[in-house]
């Protein structure tokens, strides 16, 4: 809501009032200035700042800028860009799967275009229902990932597309794939812009920030759709120049898409942020902030990329979350027994150790942070492995003299440690401590 604000200064000669304009949460901007003396009213507006303010305000979060996170700007400069590049390539991809079905064609009937489209749009709803039921839970621990992989995904179906009325034959089966792997698109993109969007909102404005999204995103689609007819126009009947603009484009897409994910600094803790935050800390005692670590977390799926620090990568892989019991062997579970007894008493997880991999084992009753907590006890017993120490007895001494401090200094370095952004945890336990003399019922 706007609020008119009035600021006057007073003299024995002469009143001066000023007019503000802007929120309670944003720097004010000066739109009026009215000097008033004995026999004379003197005003001087500024109409054009205030017109100006009142256009972007259509576009950005109330309270721009200080209503949102410092990378919230060069991100939505490079998805905007990516997004335009995405409409001028759907104009042709569209051209050109139109032609495959038969639009403009006499011997094309209507019934068959129909159940085409029909069957293209049914694979791909039943393609995000699959990947919902998968990964729908696991979206929002990698955010950046998923954000590439979402557009990558979108880029095969409108190869796919482009690429259907070179195979008559197999028509169909290209454009159910292409749709298939847009439904992808939809859900993983949808779920990673709803985590972006609570990282970029300070005040509580997530809404606010979603919704000027979709105004930004209709000028991009304007100018994209505009882009797309001309682009589509002029290469009309030249095969070459359509696949040279399209692949340029994707090329650009892709490269815009990356960008975008690397300006930005999550604070969130996901299992690969938090074991190169403990790694840093178990070296140097210090914490890195969310801008250092974002730097050094890879963006790409793991099996396309390497990590810049492999000590880390070594750490991650070795934990393993929420195992069932029935399926541990008996001699585990003897050790499962023992651990229960001794190290993990008053804890709400049990951690075992096989062949330097740590498996967590969540109690029913644990919250998130116990959770969190897990995980870095088993990140510690995972550093320790390779030392042949006592992991166990080692990795308790560590977490007693160490672990609120490592959170204390992870809430100062600006990182939420609410909970741990990770896979679900669909496997817990419950065990009873029992003396071999307590009578049992």
């Excluded at 972006?196 to 100018?223: C, P, R, W, Y």
């Excluded at 793991?302 to 008996?330: A, D, E, F, H, P």
Aim: net charge neutral; aromatic share 10%; proline share 2%.
């Amino acid at each position: 809501m706007e609020e008119e604000h009035i600021k006057t200064h007073l003299s024995p000669d002469y009143t001066v009032i000023e007019e503000w304009n802007g929120t309670a949460f944003s720097d004010l901007t000066k739109t009026a200035t009215i000097t008033i003396t004995r026999d004379s009213v003197k005003k001087s507006t500024s109409r054009f700042n205030h017109f100006s303010r009142r256009f972007l305000d259509a576009f950005v979060p109330e309270g721009f800028p200080s209503s949102v996170t410092p990378d919230y700007i060069p991100f939505q400069i490079w998805d905007s860009l990516q997004g335009l590049s995405t409409y001028v390539r759907t104009m042709l991809s569209t051209q050109a799967l139109l032609s495959a079905i038969g639009v403009g064609e006499k011997s094309a009937t209507v019934i068959g275009a129909t159940f085409q489209w029909f069957l293209r749009d049914l694979t791909g709803m039943l393609g995000g229902v699959l990947f919902t039921f998968y990964q729908g839970a696991n979206l929002d621990s990698n955010a950046k990932m998923w954000r590439l992989v979402a557009d990558l995904m979108n880029d095969i179906g409108m190869l796919m597309d482009l690429v259907s009325p070179l195979f008559p034959s197999a028509f169909l089966f290209i454009v159910c794939l292409g749709s298939i792997s847009r439904s992808f698109t939809g859900v993983a993109s949808g779920a990673t812009r709803a985590a972006l969007t609570q990282h970029f909102a300070l005040q509580d404005n997530a809404a606010d920030i979603s919704a000027k999204e979709g105004s930004q995103e209709t000028v991009a689609t304007m100018l994209g759709m505009a882009l797309g007819m001309f682009l589509a126009h002029i290469t009309l009947g030249h095969s070459l120049a359509i696949w040279f603009c399209f692949l340029s484009l994707t090329i650009f897409h892709m490269y815009a898409n990356y960008k975008a994910v690397r300006c930005l600094s999550l604070t969130t803790l996901n299992c690969e942020r938090s074991s190169i935050l403990l790694s840093h800390f178990m070296e140097t005692g210090q914490v890195l902030t969310p801008k250092q670590v974002s730097a050094m977390e890879h963006v790409l799926p793991l099996w396309m990329t390497s990590w810049s620090t492999n000590r880390v990568k070594v750490l991650y892989q070795r934990v393993r979350i929420g195992i069932r019991i029935s399926s541990i062997n008996c001699h585990e579970m003897l050790d499962l027994s023992h651990l229960a007894g001794s190290y993990y008493k008053t804890a709400k997880y049990i951690l075992l150790e096989k062949k330097g991999i740590i498996s967590i084992i969540m109690h029913k009753d644990s919250a998130a942070a116990d959770l969190l907590q897990a995980f870095m006890h088993a990140l510690v017993m995972s550093e320790l492995v390779d030392k042949d120490r006592s992991v166990h007895l080692e990795s308790q001494s560590w977490m007693a003299k160490y672990y609120e401090v490592f959170v204390l200094k992870l809430q100062s370095a600006g990182w939420k440690t609410e909970r741990l952004l990770s896979p679900s945890v669909v496997w817990k336990a419950n065990w009873l401590l029992r003396s071999s003399d307590e009578k049992l019922d």
